[in-house]
């Protein structure tokens, strides 16, 4: 399991083919990639977080998704700073013995971070600059994963 | 003296990262209303609060929570990362 908190970019496709490279143990393994989109106009965005609590946050998050899944191993690697479009922000990979739950878990780490982890989005364009509201529907996805 | 920190938006209409406090405040709501107190920029921060998260010491908490032994009291907007 691990977490990574940093400003450069990162190559997503040689992190996956490292993270799924000799796994025996795993059948499975799910990646995803967050990046920077262009709803139109948008010159770029520039990432605020809280180092200290990040990673804690980040830690957490993969260590409940390892708790719920029998996951051989989960990355989690997130970008602050500033990015342009198109850039990688963010990724999750996770390796599980079948595929139902690595993509279970893949998507409650996603959900999680969203939401509970302390990053800021803020998106710079012809217009001005303007704060990324939070959704509701993010919030709302984190009630799926409830074990009550 | 408590530490407190703020994010974003927060950070952006209080004109400060961080700052420490000398407070009696017994929870962070009691904390937010001797900020609101203080000055105009304060006050616009929090004058709504549900729009406001709070993290003591580094973990997320309720406005009701108290502060004894909180050495770290943080306020931003809900998250946005992913």
């Keep these: ?9 990162f190559d997503f496709g040689a992190e996956c083919g490292a993270f799924a490279s000799g796994r025996a143990d ?15 106009g948008l ?19 993969a260590s409940e998704a390892t708790r ?11 970008r602050f700073g500033t990015m342009l479009p198109g850039e990688t922000i ?12 690595a993509f279970a878990a893949a998507e409650f780490l996603m959900d999680y971070l969203k939401s509970r982890a302390p990053f800021w989005k803020k998106e710079f364009g012809a217009d001005g600059a303007a704060w990324v509201a939070a959704k509701d529907a993010d919030e709302k996805a984190l009630g799926r994963w409830s074990e009550d | 003296m408590i530490d407190v920190l703020y994010f974003a938006w927060v950070r952006e209409r209080i004109g400060l990262s961080k700052e420490q ?8 709501a009691d904390l937010v209303e001797e900020l609101k ?24 908490a309720e406005f009701d929570a ?17």
Excluded: N
């Design chain 1, 90 to 101: 963010m990724m999750v990979a996770t390796a599980a013995p079948h595929r139902a739950d």
């Design chain 1, 26 to 40: 795993a059948g499975a393994v799910v990646s995803f990639a967050g990046i920077v989109r262009d709803d139109g």
């Design chain 2, 21 to 28: 406090v000398e407070s009696s405040a017994a929870t962070v």
């Design chain 1, 68 to 78: 719920r899944w029998p996951l051989r191993d989960c990355l989690v690697i997130h």
């Design chain 2, 66 to 82: 108290p502060l004894a032994g909180v050495r770290e009291v943080a306020f931003f907007p809900p998250m946005t990362g992913g």
């Design chain 2, 37 to 60: 107190a203080r000055e105009e920029r304060y006050a616009a921060a929090f004058a709504d609060l549900a729009a406001v998260r709070v993290a003591l010491d580094q973990e997320l």
């Design chain 1, 43 to 61: 010159a770029r965005m520039e990432l605020e977080h809280y180092p200290g609590m990040t990673e804690r946050a980040l830690q957490r998050i």
């Design chain 1, 1 to 9: 399991m691990r977490v990574r908190v940093q400003a450069e970019p």
